[in-house]
């Protein structure tokens, strides 16, 4: 199930389920989205990502997709493994003419065996 | 190829003493961000780097903090004087781009001040 409030929304999932993580940009300027994976004591691991001139990229069990309509980005896992477990954070690149990140709440993702 | 390296990984400093973070990007990036992350939020931008020079330290606060990133050597982010505020964890970025290109991080240097 998902909780949210003070402390970092949660996705609870079982082993082998599809996880669907989402997020909600704030800059429609942005041009450039990234998914970042974030294990406990690690610095953010670049998992996929999509320019604004496109709507869907896939990767090895990782799918992008982006709604400039309404300002949303998802990252879909297949068949999620318990290696999986971390917190998922989104980050948007406002055109301010460098690689200026700006991340999102983050999600954690707790995947069962 | 080694990734973005930054040392140390956990940092305890006494308030009013100084903290001084290195990072060393990866080889060829010459792009360097430095970014905070409080627990349980995500990372906040600080400063942006090109060797010798400082591009935006827009999201850096005004006294106290500074950072560069000299012609030889790593990126240093000093914090002086430190606070208990300062606690965090700092990360260090590199990219080889200006643009629409993927950012490496570092594992990051925990700070706290006791």
């Known amino acids: 199930g998902e909780s949210v409030g003070l402390h970092l929304p949660t996705l609870s999932v079982q082993e082998g389920d599809n996880s669907i993580i989402n997020c909600a940009y704030s800059n429609s300027a942005s041009d450039y989205f990234i998914w970042y994976k974030q294990e406990s004591g690690k610095g953010p691991q670049f998992i996929i990502d999509?320019?604004?001139?496109?709507d869907k990229r896939q990767g090895q069990r990782v799918t992008v997709l982006l709604n400039k309509t309404v300002k949303h980005l998802s990252l879909q896992i297949a068949a999620t493994q318990p290696g999986d477990s971390a917190v998922y954070f989104c980050a948007e690149t406002p055109n301010t003419g460098f690689q200026k990140l700006v991340f999102g709440t983050g999600t954690r993702l707790l995947v069962s065996p | 190829n080694a990734g973005v390296m930054q040392n140390p990984r956990h940092l305890v400093r006494r308030r009013g003493q100084e903290a001084r973070l290195r990072c060393s990007p990866m080889k060829g990036h010459s792009h360097v961000y430095w970014y905070r992350q409080l627990p349980e939020e995500g990372l906040k931008f600080m400063v942006y780097l090109q060797k010798e020079n400082i591009i935006d330290e827009s999201g850096m606060p005004k006294e106290r903090f500074s950072a560069e990133f000299p012609k030889e050597g790593p990126s240093i982010l000093r914090i002086q004087q430190v606070v208990r505020g300062d606690s965090a964890a700092y990360f260090c970025?590199?990219?080889?781009?200006?643009?629409?290109?993927?950012?490496?991080f570092g594992q990051g240097t925990r700070l706290t001040v006791v």
């Open positions: 970025a590199s990219s080889d781009r200006l643009l629409n290109t993927e950012a490496f």
């Open positions: 999509i320019r604004s001139n496109m």
